[in-house]
T-cell receptor
């Protein structure tokens, strides 16, 4: 299957700082990527749809000014958590579609801890 | 997207077949059935998908009822490494559509 990679896999940042998470499609071009967050023992929650060359579409209740998404190329989307707070600590996962049926493949996920 | 209903948890003995059911009674004609699994602290892994016909790959088989209102994912010979949360999702086949995850089925494979 297609490969989607995230970096970093784990990050710890201080409260009030910003942190960037990268999502790359390694062997295909992705016009659209998706960002999710997941709290412990909960299911994945879609945060936003990232479209190459245009503004991201955010789900209801997700603050677009806090979770900045940039999709500047067909292989890279970034999620920046601005002015992070401890409640932003979570598992962030990206995904992209590829192939027949536009199957969606997921990255390994990024653990964010805000202290 | 149509909603799905899955049992919250299931057990399966190692080496036996694991049959995971999913109800999707409101599925529309052009929606596919996708199955993913998530092993603890990892991103979800694609397993298989189908529209009408039964499908099989190296990981699993997908059986879709004729009326398409339900499906079953079959892991033919479960191993301990198959312990994970399994998600059944219906979705239009278009790169612009995200996967909306429900609670899934937590499968425990025991020795």
């Amino acid at each position: 299957g297609a490969v989607v990679s995230q970096h970093p896999s784990r990050v710890i940042c201080k409260s009030g700082t910003s942190v960037k998470i990268e999502c790359r499609s390694l062997d295909f071009q992705a016009t659209t990527m998706f960002w999710y967050r997941q709290f412990p023992k909960k299911s994945l929650m879609l945060m936003a749809t990232s479209n190459e060359g245009s503004k991201a579409t955010y789900e209801q209740g997700v603050e677009k000014d806090k979770f900045l998404i940039n999709h500047a190329s067909l292989t890279l989307s970034t999620l920046t958590v601005t002015s992070a707070h401890p409640e932003d600590s979570s598992f962030y996962i990206c995904s992209a579609g590829w192939g027949s049926g536009n199957t969606i493949y997921f990255g390994e996920g990024s653990w964010l801890t805000v202290v | 997207d149509a909603k799905t209903t899955q049992p919250p948890s299931m057990d399966c003995a190692e080496g036996r077949a694991a049959n995971l059911p999913c109800n999707h009674s409101t599925i529309s004609g052009n929606e596919y059935v996708y199955w993913y699994r998530q092993i603890h602290s990892q991103g979800p892994q694609y397993i298989i998908h189908g529209l009408k016909n039964n499908e099989t790959n190296e990981m699993a088989s997908l059986i879709i009822t004729e009326d398409r209102k339900s499906s079953t994912l079959i892991l033919p010979h479960a191993t301990l490494r198959d312990t994970a949360v399994y998600y059944c999702i219906v979705r239009l086949s278009n790169s612009g559509y995200a996967l909306n995850f429900g609670k899934g089925t937590s499968l425990l494979v025991t020795p």
